[in-house]
T-cell receptor, first 111, second 110 residues
Framework: SQQGEEDPQALSIQEGENATMNCSYK?????LQWYRQNSGRGLVHLIL???NEREKHSGRLRVTLDTSKKSSSLLITASRAADTASYFC???????????WGAGTKLIIKP | EAQVTQNPRYLITVTGKKLTVTCSQN?????MSWYRQDPGLGLRQIYY???????DKGDVPEGYKVSRKEKRNFPLILESPSPNQTSLYFC?????????FGEGSRLTVL
């Protein structure tokens, strides 16, 4: 079942700009993860944020979590052409291993 | 190199012809899972396994079988494939919650 909903569905920006994607979910979670998928390839884990954390950074990535609004955002700063991919959020509402996935945000970085 | 390996990567088959998609991981992970990805539907879990000889249904198990005889392998079996099983399939494994994905197997059933 799909719990996470990413917003927007698609985003096209110029290289160098910041990209923000949002994820909303419906039930309580222990943690939320973000993954990247290059076209037709396997997903790659980006970052995991626990329910007791509000913000987490990894390189050019910044993830926030607002459990009161049941939402998370992924910010990619100073975007590069290589950031062109689909980005998915996944929550562990059912269990640590039965993740529930959103439909993804397709990000296009224009050179 | 830590990896999850799926084979075949691409397969075109016909309705009813049994096929197996293999999945192997070299990270000694206890958890493994199969997903299918279809346009507009995101990732949907087919089956998962918490350890050897322990498997359970995900969201869309109909038409699929799995087995987990060894820790490193988790094959996905389509006993009688149908066109609605045309999809992109991913195997994944995990040790601590973060999933490691294979490169995917694109299956077309005619």
């Amino acid at each position: 079942s799909q719990q996470g909903e990413e917003d927007p569905q698609a985003l096209s920006i110029q290289e160098g700009e910041n990209a923000t994607m949002n994820c909303s979910y419906k039930t309580s979670i222990n943690n939320l993860q973000w993954y990247r998928q290059n076209s037709g390839r396997g997903l790659v884990h980006l970052i995991l944020i626990r329910s007791n954390e509000r913000e987490k950074h990894s390189g050019r990535l910044r993830v926030t979590l607002d459990t009161s609004k049941k939402s998370s955002s992924l910010l990619i700063t100073a975007s590069r052409a290589a950031d062109t991919a689909s980005y998915f959020c996944a929550t562990d509402a059912n269990s640590n291993y039965q993740l529930i996935w959103g439909a993804g945000t397709k990000l296009i970085i224009k050179p | 190199e830590a990896q999850v390996t799926q084979n075949p990567r691409y397969l075109i088959t016909v309705t009813g012809k049994k096929l197996t998609v293999t999945c192997s991981q070299n990270m000694n992970h206890e958890y493994m899972s199969w997903y299918r990805q279809d346009p507009g539907l995101g990732l949907r879990q087919i089956y998962y396994s918490m350890n050897v000889e322990v498997t359970d249904k995900g969201d869309v198990p109909e038409g699929y079988k799995v087995s987990r005889k060894e820790k490193r392998n988790f094959p996905l079996i389509l006993e009688s494939p149908s066109p609605n099983q045309t999809s992109l399939y991913f195997c994944a494994s995990s040790g601590t919650g973060e999933l490691f994905f294979g490169e995917g197997s694109r299956l077309t059933v005619l």
